[in-house]
């Protein structure tokens, strides 16, 4: 019996609609503003339609065209990371009662099953990498377990991608509970968990082309050659190139906004701060997304240990690039490209990882 | 859902006044089911909450009994920063919160049977002076005990009576300095380097417990090696921002590292490469 692995794009409501019938919130990119932003929906229409993208360093901007694809974008500023990692939310409150006495209360808010849909490959292995870092995060963790994964494999990659040479897409790796493939009269469907067999069997497929297949192929292989590659380098001696010159360049240029920070899909700085009630009876113990730009991150009684952009940027970038590999087994960085299009001067880290790469090892 | 490290009240039986701008907080923990806390270990820390204002992590100084035969829970905390000016304008019978304890002390097994060298710089001799305490509560365990203790000032010495009670031990080396003595100053003038090569080591068999400033640590550590202490003896604790104490919030990053949980004590020989690098 041939595999039943294909999905008419007439017949994509159906998936929709049987994610709902399971009692998922669906998230979706959407247009909006635009960009593309992932936002709950409810029907296919609400997706973009025949939309494209011109990524750039420094410049990210929508293209409408007559296609009925739904997927033929890159990505938006953001995908998963804030569905898991809220870039705000309460850990904690305390109360001050009349005697004096304090006491401290959980604020527990059940997460919501929520199917997401059009995750690609770079931002997959971005969530595997905030998995190994929040794995004993409770918070994280609760909203992590309420996601199914509906993935798309990325057939538009954007002039800042490089997800191919981080070895991370353009095609879903892994991680997904379904993943599509979009091509021009409907979708390739594979499972890649048992949740996600037991949603293609509820789906009305049917055994896609030989000429379906070969499309497929032909998109990948064109998908995978992208512009940008990530240089060589040794990313054990990225922190023992203080004072390689490229960082004074880079230096001048960043305005230390952490703008990429804030759109990189792995980056898991948070800081901690108290919101107290105007009857000063009760307080509540927040986090909010952080970033190694901001002025107070390296702070401590009086002293910054990174006071100027240059110690910033040094941190960022042998930290993702470098450090990371130390602590979790492989580099932070996806291919992603969105820390290149949403800086608004339009630094290119892999420009300065190339420089970096040039300079010979130095010995300690 | 439970929190692994929501906090827990603690209540303040004394304020004392160490300097002008350092004092230490005596705390009880008013919840029984929390007395598992006071479980606390040398060169390990908690997080101190006061209301409405927010966290710090403070590095465990000793535990003491009262009369009631209750533990009382010592912080020492210099007046600096948002919170730790909040946690000074605290009295006795105030409330505050606690988180702990967190990150890894002193190696106080490694330690046993050894000499122990103790070295610090400035309020580093906080989480120093719990090893101490704990080294003469313990007193057979160890052998000879150096303590050195180097301050910018003459007049920032925090402690002089416990130096000079610790000096008159038996099996016991005190050595103090100021980078700047003021008159009648009775210890060395110039930095604890100097005073680590005056020490008679038996470098074979001494463990370093060197908590300061990193540059002072780093001169210590090297200074040390030269006299034939073996670097995987000689354990610094380190200090960075801390803010979740759970190796997830970011800000205690030293390379590779998270401070709060790989640290914040940790052996020179992992530290070495990346002391000093500037902006690490």
Known sequence: MPTADYLPRHSLSHLFDLLQQHGYRLV?????????LYRPLTAVDQLPSGTE???????????????????????G????????????????????????????????????????????GCDLAALALQDQHFADDPYYRQQRDALLLIAVDCSHPADTCFCASTGDGPDAKAGHDLALTELDDGFLIRAGSERGKNLMTALPLTAASHASHQQAETQYRRASQQQRQLPTFDPAQLIHLG???????????CLSCGNCTSVCPSCFCFSESEVPELDGTASSHQRQWDSCFSEGHSYIHGHRFRPDTKGRYRQWLTHKFGSWVEQYGRSGCTGCGRCISWCPVGIDPLQVLAQLGDEPPTSN | ???????????????????????????????????????????????????????????????????????????????????????????????????????????????EGMDLCVVTGGLGCAPAVSIIEHAFANRALYGHIHIIQGVKHSADLLWRSRYEFWAQQPETTVLMAADVAAPGWPWYSGRVTELIKRLPLNPEHTLVCCCGPEPMMQASAEQLIRQHVPADAIWLSMERNMQCASGHCGHCQFGADFICRDGPVMPYPRLRDRLGLEGV
């Not at chain 2, 209301?51 to 535990?63: C, L, Q, R, T």
């Open chain 1, 28 to 36: 979706g990119p959407q247009v909006i503003d635009g960009a593309i």
């Open chain 1, 243 to 253: 004072g390689h010159p490229a960082w004074d360049a880079v230096a001048d240029a």
């Open chain 1, 53 to 75: 993208q011109v990524q750039q360093p420094g410049q990210y901007r929508l293209i409408q065209t007559d296609s009925s694809r739904r997927f033929s974008w890159a990505n």
């Open chain 1, 77 to 120: 500023p953001q995908a998963l990371k804030p569905l898991t990692f809220t870039p705000r939310e309460t850990l904690w409150r305390s109360q001050l009662h009349e005697d004096g006495s304090l006491s401290f209360h959980e604020t527990p808010e059940p997460a919501t099953p929520t199917a997401v849909i059009g995750v690609r």
């Open chain 2, 1 to 111: 859902m439970t929190h692994p490290a929501l906090p827990t009240e603690a209540l303040i039986l004394n304020r004392i006044q160490e300097t002008e701008d350092i004092f230490t907080l005596q705390l009880r923990l008013t919840d029984p089911a929390q007395q598992w806390r006071l479980g606390i270990q040398p060169g390990q820390f908690n997080m101190l909450y006061r209301f409405g204002v927010g966290e710090i992590p403070i590095s465990f100084m000793a535990i003491a009994q009262d009369e009631q035969g209750q533990s009382v829970l010592a912080h020492t905390i210099r007046a600096l920063g948002r919170v730790s000016q909040a946690l000074a304008a605290l009295l006795p019978g105030d409330r505050i919160g606690l988180r702990g304890p967190f990150g890894n002390g002193w190696p106080l097994q490694q330690a």
